[in-house]
């Protein structure tokens, strides 16, 4: 079995040409709807949002390294 996939929206006058057209080559179509997936917005940074939890230090003491700064 060979499957196209046609990604954007496409009429159904556009689409019953297509099955039309390949029906008259003697290829077997139908048309199937698939419900689209809803796609989730990930936080790019949740990855790392646990990568501290097991130091013992807070996000002050870090800025203060990170920036080299001295008390």
């Not at 029906?23 to 940074?45: F, S, W």
Request: aromatic residues 8%; charged residues 35%; without cysteine.
């Amino acid at each position: 079995m060979t499957e196209l996939v046609l990604k954007n929206r496409v009429s159904r006058q556009k689409l019953d040409s297509v099955v039309y057209f390949l029906r008259m080559l003697d290829i077997d179509a139908e048309i199937k709807k698939v419900a689209r997936n809803k796609v989730v917005k990930k936080d790019p940074h949740a990855e790392i949002w646990g990568i501290w939890a097991d130091r013992d230090i807070d996000a002050q003491a870090l800025r203060k390294q990170a920036w080299g700064i001295e008390d």
